[in-house]
């Protein structure tokens, strides 16, 4: 059962994620500490997959169900990628002004993809100040460079299919 994985009052934080604006500040402590579990976590991917397909009786608003499990699922590689991350972003650097020296793996790509679709989610969060505690911080600032190295990514594109990535990265 899903309900397992949560406790009834995160239950009632991922319920009201997408619908309350002010949260006091114990309530706020308790929002940090469900997202920062929910890294990585794939038990939480699994349990939020079977709220969504089961009838819901718990009434939580799809949009909140959907964040929660692409925070675990986004994040489950974040622990081979974060030591790199910076060397990462110099290629992708180097890339825009043509000195490109070093590679990077299709994983790696994969996990940075991961992250840059995982920080549209985030931003509207952090901008509400709801993910303001050192983990969460980091891990924003990693999907932050994680999408805009995706855009330049795409951005230099293959004369031959723009709608693929460009292949000069990729370390093939």
């Not at 009052?9 to 469900?34: G, M, N, V």
């Not at 920062?36 to 939480?44: D, E, H, Q």
């Not at 799809?62 to 030591?83: C, G, K, M, Q, V």
């Not at 509207?124 to 999408?147: C, I, N, R, T």
């Amino acid at each position: 059962m899903p309900t397992d994985i949560f406790s009834s009052a995160e239950l009632e934080l991922i319920r009201s994620l997408h619908t309350r604006e002010d949260y006091p500040p114990e309530a706020l402590t308790s929002l940090h500490e469900l997202f920062i579990s929910c890294i990585g976590n794939m038990a939480v991917n699994k349990a939020v997959d079977a709220l969504r397909f089961e009838k819901n009786e718990e009434e939580i608003p799809s949009e909140s169900l959907r964040f929660i499990r692409n925070l675990s699922y986004r994040t489950r590689h974040i622990d081979r990628i974060a030591p790199r991350l910076n060397d990462i972003f110099k290629s992708f650097t180097a890339l825009k002004t043509g000195d490109l020296e070093e590679k990077i793996s299709l994983e790696d790509y994969g996990i940075l993809y991961d992250l840059s679709i995982l920080y549209k989610d985030m931003e509207v969060f952090y901008e509400q100040g709801l993910m303001e505690s050192p983990e969460l911080d980091d891990l924003f600032e990693h999907a932050q460079k994680a999408s805009e190295m995706n855009s330049v990514f795409f951005s230099v594109r293959s004369r031959k299919n723009p709608a693929k990535p460009h292949r000069a990265l990729l370390a093939l």
